[in-house]
Nanobody, 124 residues
Framework: QVHLVESGGGSVQAGGSLTLSCATS????????VGWYRQAPGQEREGVAV???????HYSESVKDRFTISQDNTGKTVYLRMGSLRPEDTARYFC??????????????????WGQGTQVTVVS
């Protein structure tokens, strides 16, 4: 069973940066996709960024050019570097993974496995 653990959240001033980490319990598979989603109170979950085993990435328009998703050589850790943070980026950020199918729907890809999330708060 896949186990995902997010870390790196916290409180930061607007304009600042944070890097989130998602530690996975399995090595990457050829058609794997890992994604970061976020959910603010009272709002729907929003896809932020996804990356497949080949390193292809997709971003939501709201974070494009500010956030970068990447993975280490083993694929066991996926990062989300967030820059130029805004108060509207405040949310709980979750890491999701699917072992097959690539990121077939970009940031709308569904994931059967999720972590518990890490809170990001951006203060103005």
């Amino acid at each position: 069973q896949v186990h995902l653990v997010e870390s790196g959240g916290g409180s930061v001033q607007a304009g600042g940066s944070l890097t989130l980490s998602c530690a996975t319990s399995v090595f990457r598979t050829p058609r794997r996709c890992v994604g970061w989603y976020r959910q603010a109170p009272g709002q729907e979950r929003e896809g932020v960024a996804v990356i497949d085993n080949d390193g292809d990435t997709h971003y939501s328009e709201s974070v494009k050019d500010r956030f970068t998703i990447s993975q280490d050589n083993t694929g066991k850790t996926v990062y989300l570097r967030m820059g130029s943070l805004r108060p509207e980026d405040t949310a709980r950020y979750f890491c999701g993974m699917r072992e097959t199918g690539y990121c077939y729907a970009g940031i709308k890809t569904s994931f059967p496995d999720w972590g518990q999330g890490t809170q990001v708060t951006v203060v103005s």
